[in-house]
């Protein structure tokens, strides 16, 4: 019965998966495939059994293993390491000379060194052409350098996380999964970065681990901030919580009660009862009927006092009229308060008295005939045909367009 092979040409690689054909491979053992890059040589880290009745399905679907790795393959594979070493560092030396913006992270050599790829982390585009001549020059093989990201160079080079362990990318990750900030949001965190970002700076991979979970727990939870009838009363759903799988309500009586979310369930489908409703309403009225302490005057200047029409008037001890001398907002004769913006009404009698009072004055008419004047300066009198003359201005004549 044939196998179905999981192999890892690296630590931090993938798996593959290839099938064992004729060969009887355990663990732990390396094997030789062929790739689309030319020869590998693989670890096996697990194998599974083909069953029966899709072992033609599985021999079709998973290309099988060349051989298995002899002793001469392992020291191929020991000079391959030695030989990344060196390229490594003169790579470095290479970079240091071109004056090149950019960071080596790893150098991987295939087994039949047939291609050598140079791994490289850098903030924009570079021109590597003259580094690619001085490797070509030095190795006489196949170039190729690969730029990556921040996530992907804490993968090959390793790291110890805010917990304590090595990093997940280096242990069990293969794939990288997008976070959002909006995860951490949904999961009641902190947004504070330091908190939520791992070594390489962005956002930690195990926030995608739990992020189904909270979204489950969220379509069983009502939405927070609403008010919903219950069999309790109208309570208002004030937080959840994720751990407990419980809601915080406040009930008419103004009171904090904690439920689950079955207890929640039963609440909502469960109709109110008569005396639910009539003491919550009790709850709620002592509440409005509690005294409340009033609030001290600012500046030691006395409140606002409003009348029965709804007007507000000031205090005495807000000034007084520069003219009368009463308070503010009252009339001249009864003192009674009065809207704003509304004169006092006087006495028509009085009013009529101080108009004969008054002197008399002719106004001038438009015909010319004004009434006489002093003199001008010489002893001259001028008549009203003069100075209607005078004050006639002349017109202004209009400036013709330039041709």
């Not at 560092?89 to 295939?110: F, N, S």
């Amino acid at each position: 019965m044939s196998q179905i092979l999981g192999v890892k040409f690296n630590d931090y690689g993938q798996v593959y998966y290839f099938g064992s054909g004729p060969f009887v491979v355990r663990e732990g053992q390396h094997v030789i495939v062929k790739t689309d890059q030319g020869m590998g040589l693989g670890k096996v880290i697990l194998t599974r059994q083909a069953p029966v009745e899709n072992e033609s399905e599985d021999e079709e679907g998973h290309k099988a293993i060349y051989r298995l790795a002899n002793e001469k393959d392992m020291e191929s594979v020991a000079e391959n390491e030695a030989l990344s070493k060196d390229a490594y560092q003169y790579c470095r030396k290479c970079i240091t000379k071109h004056k090149l913006g950019m960071k080596l992270v790893d150098v991987e050599v295939y087994f039949d060194r047939s291609k050598m790829i140079f791994y490289f982390t850098a903030p924009g585009r570079i021109d590597f052409r003259e580094l690619i001549k001085d490797l070509v020059r030095e190795y006489r093989t196949r170039i190729e350098l690969r730029q990556i990201g921040v996530r992907h160079e804490t993968q090959m080079l390793g790291a110890i996380g805010n917990c304590g362990q090595i990093c997940c990318c280096r242990r069990f990750m293969r794939k990288f999964v997008p976070v959002t900030i909006k995860m951490a949001k949904e999961q009641n965190l902190f947004l504070n970065p330091t908190k939520i970002s791992g070594i390489c700076g962005r956002l930690l991979c195990c926030l995608s681990f739990e992020q189904q979970g909270y979204e489950e727990f969220h379509r069983m939870c009502p939405r927070v901030g609403k008010k919903y009838t219950t069999s309790m009363g109208t309570v208002k759903v004030l937080r959840s919580n994720f751990f407990k799988k419980s809601l915080s309500l406040l009930t008419e009586g103004f009171e904090e009660k904690e439920v689950s979310i079955d207890e929640w369930n039963e609440m909502v489908n469960k109709p109110p009862s008569e005396d639910a409703i009539a003491e919550a309403r009790s709850q709620g009225a002592r509440a409005r009927r509690a005294p409340r302490k009033p609030a001290a005057p600012a500046g030691g200047s006395e409140a606002r006092k409003s009348d029965a029409s709804g007007a507000e008037t000031a205090s005495p001890s807000k000034g007084k009229d520069r003219r009368s001398g009463k308070p503010k907002g009252q009339s001249e004769k009864s003192g009674q308060d009065r809207p704003r913006g509304e004169r006092p009404k006087q006495d028509r009698t009085k009013q009529d008295q101080s108009k004969s009072d008054r002197p008399r004055q002719d106004t001038p008419r438009k015909t010319g005939d004004q009434p006489d004047k002093p003199a001008q300066k010489g002893g001259v009198e001028s008549s009203g045909e003069d100075k209607n003359k005078r004050s006639r201005r002349p017109r202004r004549r209009r400036r013709r367009p330039r041709k």
